[in-house]
């Protein structure tokens, strides 16, 4: 170690000579920077001059309460609004406590609500439905700081959260005979009945999916067979045709007094389908657990379930993180399936709006809008995964 | 226990592990062709021989990871049988050090050394925090417990590794090839903390390995073994001085040069 050692060589260049390099290294490519610069101005102009001045963003605002929450009561609302309060206050918390993930978490949920406050002020909602929202996105720091200040206790938080699941249900859907009056799902819709299957889907198929994963890689025959049985059977149908036995042909087989909710059908048909499909993204992880992994546990004296659950799952479910969440943002982007079973998501709302007389042939603004609602949501499931994945050090340990 | 039915008690009480007669096939593959071995507690054996020779098989037939077909195995008075209860007791005796080191990537080296004391004898994290902070204190590097095994070098996770299996407080250490798949400047450092394994503690040790500057120095006894079986078994001086079988003499010169 005589040598001096000397800095790398600046690889940093300027503006006009990353041009040179990149866009005009010769003839050809400058000839395919023009047109193609060219042709991307000229759309821009075009999109930007119809969003600006032709398109009819107030079909959007006028009836922004019915893409937000379907035919939900106007007078009712504020149950939304509590039950979003009880959410982000815990989301805020948790965020404080644990960091990582959860705060990626609690950040989006602040931001959608900051963006929901916001598109309202262009609508006839209201300033009371704003300023919820507004408060909800604050209540969410708010209970961060709490949490990273250590005034939030850990155990009484996890149960919070399970306790807080009756009670936004409760808030939500009502009971007849309590101050809560019932309210129908049907008349739920929107992006609640949007967020509401989609959470609830990813919620129940992701244990669902690990159970049948390690089902089908079980010894004993017949949890493996009925495991490798279900998986495939659900992979080998349509989504849609899924929706419609839930929806129609299991209400045939259920005695008549069983009413089982429509939305709760749903539910139940995207939960299983998407089930199957974490099951193999998890199998996945499962096989790339060297056997090293599992010798060393039973050398400690580790049984069969503790391998399983400090060992194996942590890992596995760690390396399949980016093929799962891709497989819920599809899943969110399939729950606009439920329309044709006749629930009105955010999809389903919208032709419900196209049909009203005063909003003939702002079709395009509409369906502009729903894409831009589905991408924010995707985004923001994106982003999260990454950060998680960073957080956890994937591909890094 | 035995003493009053056995007319010699001290010899079976000393003998901590006892291989009889021990088969193993893999498919049509005969990889153990009778194995008899009785190690007393205390002892550190050796065990070498080539590469497919079923010595690897062997160890691990001893906490079951490889389970044999025929014959017994006896650890600590306990009968190997496929009795899942008998397993986890035989285990709870038994350290092992593998050559891939095995550590769980996603926890970091203390975490890797007190999940077992956690989990399986329910020690709280404290108390288990402080035996695995001694141990890794024993194998030299405290200052690593907070990193993840992927920031270590090779020795340090084949120590960590050692820790690992010391926190069990077991009875008996099985090393599988330990320093086979370091670097060479990070032999020495896995060597020392095994030598000091055998030395200071009395641990009963069975290793496998080539290191026979280690044998020379540490193992009561060595055990050649070629094509699933033990050819040879003598202290170091007779292995190395006065080889009795020609396969011994003919292993040794290969990799003594």
């Keep these: ?76 609302a504020w149950r939304l609004w509590a039950a979003m309060a009880v959410l982000s206050v815990l989301a805020g918390a948790s965020a404080g406590v644990h960091g990582l993930a959860s705060r990626m978490l609690a950040v989006t949920l602040s931001a959608i609500q900051l963006l929901l406050a916001v598109l309202m002020l262009f609508s006839p909602i209201g300033i009371t439905a704003v300023a919820a929202y507004a408060f909800n996105a604050a209540i969410v720091w708010v209970a961060m700081v709490a949490g990273f200040r250590g005034l939030v206790p850990r155990r009484p938080l996890g149960w919070a959260w399970i306790v807080s699941l009756p009670l936004t249900f409760y808030l939500v859907s ?61 992979r080998g149908v349509p989504l849609v045709t899924i929706l419609f036995m839930a929806d129609i042909i299991l209400p045939l087989f259920l005695p008549g007094e069983w009413r089982l909710d429509r939305i709760a059908r749903a539910m139940g048909g995207i939960t299983l389908f998407s089930a199957a499909y974490v099951a193999e993204n998890v199998r996945g992880g499962l096989q790339a657990i060297p056997s090293g992994q599992i010798e060393a546990a039973h050398a400690l004296g580790l049984g069969g379930v503790q391998t399983n659950r400090y ?71 994106s982003q999260a995964s990454y950060r998680l994945e960073r957080a956890l050090g994937v591909g890094t340990r | 226990m035995t003493e009053q039915t056995s007319p010699s008690p001290k010899t079976t009480t000393d003998d901590i592990i006892i291989a009889r007669d021990v088969h193993k096939w893999f498919g049509e593959l005969h990889v153990l062709k009778g194995i008899n071995l009785t190690v007393k507690t205390g002892e550190v054996v050796v065990v070498f021989g080539a590469s497919g020779s079923g010595k690897s098989t062997f160890i691990r037939t001893i906490n079951r990871l490889e389970h044999h077909q025929r014959g017994e195995i006896i650890v600590d008075g306990i009968a190997m049988t496929n009795d899942i209860r008998n397993i986890a007791a035989i285990r709870s005796e038994i350290g092992m050090v593998f050559q891939s080191f095995n550590l769980f990537p996603h926890l970091t080296a203390l975490e890797n050394i007190t999940l077992a004391p956690r989990k399986v004898k329910k020690l709280a994290r404290s108390e288990a925090d402080a035996i695995g902070m001694k141990l890794l204190e024993r194998v030299g590097i405290p200052e690593q417990a907070h990193k993840h095994p992927a920031q270590l070098s090779g020795g340090q996770q084949q120590r960590v590794a050692i820790a690992r299996a010391l926190a069990m407080n077991p009875k008996i250490m099985l090393f599988d090839e330990p320093t086979s798949a370091l670097d060479p400047e990070m032999i020495s450092e896995v060597l020392d903390v095994m030598q000091s394994l055998a030395r200071d503690t009395g641990m009963t040790m069975i290793c496998v390995t080539h290191e026979m500057g280690f044998a020379r120095a540490v193992a009561n006894r060595m055990v050649f073994f070629d094509h699933g079986e033990i050819v040879e078994i003598g202290t170091p001086k007779e292995i190395f001085e006065e080889p009795k079988q020609e396969r011994t003499k003919q292993f040794l010169s290969q990799i003594l040069h």
């Design chain 1, 1 to 76: 170690m005589t040598a001096e050692s000397i800095r790398p060589p600046r690889t940093v260049i300027g503006p006009i000579a990353w041009l040179r390099e990149n866009l005009f290294s010769g003839p050809i490519s400058s000839i395919i920077t023009i047109v193609l610069g060219a042709l991307l101005v000229w759309v821009a102009i075009q999109v930007g001059q119809w969003a600006l001045t032709e398109a009819r963003w107030n079909v959007v605002s006028n009836n922004l309460r019915l893409f937000l929450i379907g035919q939900y009561p106007a007078d009712q």
């Design chain 1, 174 to 234: 009502g009971f007849a005979g309590t101050p809560l009056e019932s309210i129908s799902s049907n008349v739920w819709g929107g992006l609640l009945l949007t967020v509401l299957l989609a959470v609830v889907g990813i919620v129940l198929s992701f244990p669902l999916g690990v159970i049948l994963a390690l089902g089908r890689r079980s010894e004993l025959p017949v949890l493996r067979i009925l495991s490798t049985g279900y998986i495939e059977l659900i």
């Design chain 1, 311 to 381: 060992i194996v799952l942590p890992q596995a479910l760690r390396a399949v993180i980016p093929a799962n969440v891709g497989l819920f943002i599809s899943l969110l982007k399939d729950t606009t399936l439920v329309t044709i079973i006749g629930l009105l998501e955010l999809l389903g709302i919208s032709r419900a709006v196209l049909a009203q007389s005063d909003s003939f042939g702002a079709s395009l603004e509409v369906y502009v809008f729903i894409a831009a609602v589905f991408f924010v949501l995707s985004y923001a499931m």
